[in-house]
């Protein structure tokens, strides 16, 4: 009986202390060169390789409270790095200033607490954008860019979008505030934005009858469009740097258009049409301009200054009972204006952009190919 009842209250303990299979992170969140406390800063760990567990969803995140406090708790052992954003603050991890990853090793069954994660105060940029008649230009897209050294074999330089500083528009007073900024060098472009209605500024009608439209194009401080003669803005941490004043310069309009098809030849209607600058000319500065096309497959889009983008196109996803079916992809075929073929037989992999030269004269004889889905 004494042996039954032994094995029954080992049986017991056995099932009260299981072993630890995840462990946790603790610590805080201060301002660099001090204690001063960061409160309402997300947290994120972003896994170092694949963690020694499971991890469901997204990377574990937290708010930190009044005193600047974050916890975690049920993670799958591994090591992980920390990252840590407000607004106000410059980002962590920032490769152009040779910056290194904070990580932190989580063991099953411990907490690592003390973890102490500093943040910088960020630099600002502030200034104003006028139009060429000295008027405040109003919902301008105004970046703050890094340049970046072009990769081997003889690439130029280009300009990226400095870590986590999203594009501002300009007021009413034609004013910008790029905030957030860790310290060194940076170019300010300005670019045609949106209005509050979210409609592109247009091209501006001709001046005479005769003559070309034009349309605002991409200007660089202190008030130029070719990126070789951008003026550089140096950033300090928490400094500011004001009364930037540029004016924004126009350039002629020209059209893009064409017509999209699918890999049968027949046209494809309400397709989404993109066109982008291309990256390998020094400049990431996003959409160029935007359609849809028509029931017989064609597009226009207006407004586009000279220069090299990339065209695409896709199908929307359209829910139906045999599925989720649309089609995605893009190429020029013998088309006008500087296009350049490409093609793709493959269903399996996505085809590269067309590209689209913009020079003196509308694009037109655009072909782009979408693939259909198989599923």
């Not at 099953?108 to 502030?126: K, S, Y």
């Not at 790029?178 to 300010?188: N, Q, R, T």
């Not at 004016?247 to 030849?265: E, N």
């Not at 226009?300 to 695409?312: E, L, M, N, P, Q």
């Amino acid at each position: 009986m004494l042996t039954v009842i032994g094995l029954v209250v080992a049986l017991s303990l056995s099932q009260a202390a299981p072993v630890a299979t995840t462990g946790g992170i603790a610590g805080h969140v201060t301002v660099e060169g001090g204690n001063t406390p960061v409160p309402g800063a997300r947290v994120m760990l972003l896994p170092m390789g694949r963690p020694n567990g499971p991890m469901i969803g997204g990377p574990p995140q937290a708010i930190t409270d009044q005193e600047g406090r974050f916890a975690f708790d049920r993670l799958a052992p591994g090591e992980y790095r920390i990252d840590a954003q407000k607004t106000g603050f410059a980002p962590m991890f920032n490769p152009g200033t040779g910056g290194r990853p904070s990580t932190v090793q989580v063991v099953a069954g411990q907490i690592a607490d003390g973890v102490r994660v500093q943040l910088q105060r960020g630099g600002v940029i502030v200034g104003k954008v006028l139009d060429p008649s000295g008027e405040p230009f109003t919902d301008a897209r105004v970046m703050a860019m890094r340049r970046v050294n072009g990769s081997a074999g003889g690439a130029p330089p280009r300009f990226v979008p400095a870590p986590m500083q999203g594009s501002q528009q300009t007021n009413d007073l034609g004013e910008f505030r790029l905030s957030g900024l860790a310290p060194g060098e940076y170019y300010v472009a300005a670019m045609r934005g949106t209005n509050v209605l979210g409609v592109t500024r247009s091209a501006a009608p001709p001046a005479e009858k005769g003559s070309a439209r034009t349309v605002p194009a991409t200007t660089y401080y202190p008030g130029t469009t070719d990126a070789a003669g951008a003026q550089s803005v140096a950033v300090t941490a928490g400094a500011e740097v004001g009364s930037l004043v540029f004016t924004m310069q126009s350039a002629p309009a020209f059209r893009v258009s064409g017509v999209v098809v699918g890999d049968d030849g027949m046209p494809v209607a309400r397709a989404m049409v993109m066109l982008v600058g291309d990256p390998r000319n020094g400049m990431f500065m996003g959409p160029a301009g935007n359609a849809q096309s028509g029931e017989d497959g064609r597009f226009v889009i207006d407004d586009v200054s000279a220069g090299s983008y990339r065209a695409t196109a896709m199908v929307p996803m359209i829910m139906n009972n045999g599925g989720i079916g649309g089609a995605a992809g893009s190429a020029g075929v013998g088309a006008t204006g500087g296009i350049v073929s490409f093609s793709s037989s493959d269903l399996g992999r996505s085809e590269p952009p067309a590209e689209i030269v913009v020079t003196d004269t509308d694009v037109r004889g655009v072909r782009l190919i979408v693939r259909r889905s198989s599923q």
